[in-house]
Every structure is written in C-alpha cells, then in structure tokens.
C-alpha cells in the first residue's frame, strides 16, 4: 500500500503532522510519497530533513498511489481533485484550516484516522461533479468542479443578463452579478452564502442560485443533475469571469455555455462513525446554545 500526502506550503500544515503520518506508516510497513513542492517548503521553512520520496504531477501521483491525504482545508480539497483527476483514488481529508465541510477529519484526530484508513475501516462517498462543456477550452483538460460552477460580471459596472435553458427548455432571465450552478457538494459553499439550500450529497441534483438578483422574487431552484443546462449571458462588457472551483478564467459574451454531470465521481474516504449530518451540526453548530 502507498499512501500520497498532498498539502499547500503554508504554515498551518506544520511538520508535526508530515512526521506522525511518516512514523506511523513506517511502522505499518505502508509507503509514503508527499507533494514536492510541500515538503520544499518543510526543508526551508522549518529545517525538517526527514528523508522521503516525493511526486510532482497528477500522472506521478496516480502511478504511485493507493490513497491520498489531503492535509489543510476545503481549497486544498479542491487542489487535490486535480490531482487525482478521473483516476478513483480515494482521498481523506485532514482539516489544519478553519470551517472544512470536505476536510472533515479533525487535526487532532489525525493518528487515529491514519489507524482507520490502513485498516480499510472506511466506506466511499462518491461525490458527483459537474462538467463544463465549452467549445473554448478555457480550462483546459480539468473542465469539471467538485463544488460549482459560476459566472460573474467582468468589474464593478452593471449587472449581466443570463439566459438558462433546461434540456433545451428555457428557464429563467437571470438579470443579477452572477449565476452560481452548483453540485451538492458545493451547496455548503458559495452557494450557501448566496441563499442557496443545503442538500444532501447524494441527492443527485444542481442548484441554481443567482448572485445578487436585481428581482427579488427570483430565488434559487434545484434540477436534476441528469439534464443538461445551458447558459446564454449578454451585458455591457466584451468578456465575463467563469469559475469551476478555484479556477478562473474569461469568456467572450456571445459564448453559449453548457454544462451536465460528469461521467466520472471523486471518492471521499467516509472514515468508521463518520456522517454528513455529524458534520453539518458540528460545523454549522446546530442546537448548541451558547447563552451564559
């Protein structure tokens, strides 16, 4: 077995953490491999001079591993989707950040969860995405997003005009900042703070949520995730902002954008107790009262 470290070089993921990953898999005879640039920052940062093998691209990583821990918060969840790509490896993520819905083992947790995963205590939580289907290629081969797609006027200047069609079936004139289509993953994240719904991840469903609406009466909508949606956008501007996850690119206005499931799920390690309904109360800190 082969167990693949993927963390930002920031200092919240301190050495200590790369070190009880490193001595415990030592003493489970599993190998190791951590993301270069990571481990660079270890080196200079924090003189850590533990000797360890190392990869630097998705296809070094998919050859080599078995597992994948994902060591920071949610954005470092989303890195590491691009990463392991379409390839199935199983990823646990290990929270060193702040709120972490995808990052849902606790730091503190960390020796046990390692305990969990070579023992294979765990189930798949096979998260769908979405994909983007765009004649441009503005990103390249990682069209797809974990969390949502969005599209978002160029600056500050006036709103934009998003035509949606359903199956070819027109929706809705979006006349708003912005237009978020979001998977269930992503409905705790830029969803959720524009009014969207929580939805369970397995509900199989896209969220609609426009950015700031000019008609308030317009509200977010949730649609199977088996149609195909397509998004018209016109306005003031030559260009507008697109977004899947943390990516960013520009788009001409006369574009035609469409967007459907992906044929392909990005495996979360479930760990043994583990639950999204423990998670959102934890997180979102349901029924604790904190009156004196």
């Known amino acids: 077995m082969t167990v693949a470290v993927y963390a930002r070089s920031t200092n919240d993921n301190v050495p200590q953490y790369l070190e009880l990953i490193n001595n415990t898999l030592i003493q489970e005879n599993v190998k190791l491999v951590v993301y270069l640039p990571y481990l660079e920052f270890l080196k200079t940062q924090f003189s850590f001079s533990t000797p360890i093998n190392t990869y630097t691209t998705s296809e070094e990583l998919i050859s080599k591993a078995d597992y994948v821990i994902s060591l920071g918060g949610d954005g470092t969840m989303l890195e590491t989707l691009d990463l392991v790509r379409n390839s199935g490896i199983p990823v646990l993520g290990v929270n060193t950040g702040r709120l972490g819905f995808l990052a849902s083992v606790n730091k503190n947790d960390l020796q046990k969860a390692l305990q969990l995963l070579i023992k294979e205590k765990f189930t798949l939580d096979k998260r769908e995405l979405i994909e983007l289907k765009d004649g441009s290629k503005c990103f390249?081969?990682?069209?797809?997003?974990?969390?949502?797609?969005?599209?978002?006027?160029?600056?500050?200047?006036?709103?934009?005009?998003?035509?949606?069609?359903?199956?070819?079936?027109?929706?809705?004139?979006?006349?708003?900042?912005?237009?978020?289509?979001?998977?269930?993953?992503?409905?705790?994240?830029?969803?959720?703070?524009?009014?969207?719904?929580?939805?369970?991840?397995?509900?199989?469903?896209?969220?609609?949520?426009?950015?700031?609406?000019?008609n308030l009466n317009v509200r977010p909508i949730v649609i199977s995730n088996n149609k195909t949606i397509e998004l018209k956008v016109s306005g003031r501007s030559d260009f507008y902002n697109l977004s899947l996850d943390s990516k960013s690119a520009k788009i001409k206005a006369d574009s035609v954008i469409k967007l459907k499931k992906a044929d392909f799920r990005f495996n979360l390690v479930n760990l043994e107790g583990q639950h999204f309904f423990t998670t959102l109360r934890n997180k979102l800190m349901w029924g604790i009262d904190k009156r004196q």
């Open 140 to 214: 390249g081969e990682i069209n797809y997003a974990l969390n949502e797609f969005t599209i978002h006027k160029k600056d500050s200047g006036a709103m934009i005009n998003i035509e949606v069609y359903v199956d070819g079936v027109f929706l809705n004139s979006y006349f708003a900042d912005g237009l978020i289509v979001s998977t269930t993953t992503g409905s705790t994240a830029y969803s959720l703070s524009c009014g969207g719904p929580i939805m369970v991840p397995d509900s199989e469903n896209f969220i609609l949520t426009p950015i700031a609406p000019h």
